[in-house]
């Protein structure tokens, strides 16, 4: 059974949520918050797997809520479920911990099959969010932050799959487009996480965005 707190500022929105996700027979609902303060003072007590996050609420927000919670209860998983997709949020709330993005409009059964995956671990982004992710680089080339040391650190080779992962493509993809094989480029990707301590590919794709200038 998989425990969710559900933290939204608007109780037809909670209700909402709550008679949605209870139809599902291996999610429990443990409890709900107005707000980021709130939830933080009953994660103790209820100790949720899975905390679905509002991103703009009163008192604590959605990104300040999910990084005291990475701060202080690492093992609890944020998916942040909002309706504002702006690209600063949804970057601002990966780099603080959220393991999933997506808009309220998405389908109960959508948004059951991402808890899911949160808690077992794998990024969840709604439809167009990695694009606006990629969006906001591209269109804003003088943004870009001197690149960490670390980046030296890799192989031609995998700057390039460091590339590739930025376009969204999986392993298979990218074995293809190299002309290496799957176990190569899951070997690489290992590499490049743990050199540039990232959490996972969607972390690395921001990442190269962000420096794509210094991957070529």
């Known amino acids: 059974m998989i425990k969710v707190l559900i933290v939204d500022d608007q109780s037809l929105i909670r209700q909402g949520l709550l008679a949605l996700l209870e ?33 703009r609420m009163p008192i604590m927000d959605g990104v300040a809520t999910t990084k005291e919670i990475q701060k202080h209860f690492p093992k609890i998983k944020v998916l942040i479920l909002t309706t504002f997709d702006d690209e600063q949020y949804v970057k601002t709330a ?29 990024t969840q982004l ?27 650190e890799l192989t031609p ?8 992962i930025a376009t969204g493509a999986n392993n298979k993809e990218i074995a ?22 990232l959490r996972d590919r969607t972390q690395a794709a921001i990442f190269a965005n962000e420096f794509l200038s210094y991957l070529n």
Do not use: W
């Open 23 to 55: 139809l599902e027979s291996d999610l429990e609902i443990v409890g709900e918050a107005d707000n980021g303060e709130n939830a933080i003072k009953i994660l103790q007590e209820l100790q949720p797997d899975v905390v679905l996050m509002d991103i």
């Open 94 to 122: 990966l780099e603080n911990g959220a393991m999933g993005y997506l808009l309220k409009d998405t389908p109960s059964e959508e948004l059951a099959i991402a808890i899911r995956a949160v808690h077992k671990g794998y």
């Open 126 to 152: 709604g439809p167009g969010i990695i694009n606006k992710l990629t969006a906001q680089f591209v269109n804003n080339p003088n943004i870009e932050s001197p690149p960490p040391a670390n980046l030296t």
């Open 157 to 164: 080779r995998e700057k390039e799959v460091l590339k590739l």
């Open 176 to 197: 293809q487009q190299l002309y290496i094989s799957e176990g190569t480029v899951k070997n690489h990707v290992t590499h490049i996480l743990n050199c540039l301590d």
